[in-house]
């Protein structure tokens, strides 16, 4: 660890995180899925119920959307 790492906090393989990046009219939920750091993520596509699914079967964190 270096003196810029100070205050991040370490990569956890347990912990996953989600954003809605958009609620589709077709109801589907495209969103963004990390393990372990939410800077590092893969972009997936779900039913809306498939996705809270997802969600609560990897114990996944909500983080806020971010506008782009």
Not at 12 to 29: K, L, M, Y
Not at 32 to 52: K, M, N, Q, W
């Amino acid at each position: 660890m270096t003196a810029g790492d100070a205050g991040k906090p370490s990569f956890d393989p347990r912990q996953c995180f989600v954003r809605v990046t958009q609620v589709r009219a077709d109801g589907f939920i495209e969103f963004e899925f990390a393990v372990g750091d939410p800077l590092l993520s893969v972009d997936l596509i779900l039913p809306a119920a498939a996705y809270r699914e997802f969600c609560a079967t990897n114990g996944a964190v909500q983080i806020p959307s971010v506008s782009r």
